[in-house]
């Protein structure tokens, strides 16, 4: 079964997509923040990263945005070590 990562600080919207995706027979791991999203692609491998444009690309806590080639870099080490 593919494993997904939904980052989503709408807690509406996460749980509405969560429900579909496990529906459509993803297993699913969701957090709110993009620190949260770091923590989880670095202890876990995925197969797609889905995340909110917006919460992205904002600035949290003093730490710089995930960019799109730094979620494939921790999809492909899982890749290599799993």
Partial sequence: MSRILLIEDDVELRL????????G???VDTTATVEGGRELLD???YDMVVADGKAVGRHGNGKSPIRPGESLQAITRGAESG
Wanted: proline share 0%; net charge negative; glycine share 8%.
């Fill in 25 to 27: 027979g993803y297993e």
């Fill in 16 to 23: 509405i997509m969560e429900h579909v995706l496990i529906d």
């Fill in 43 to 45: 202890c876990r491998f």
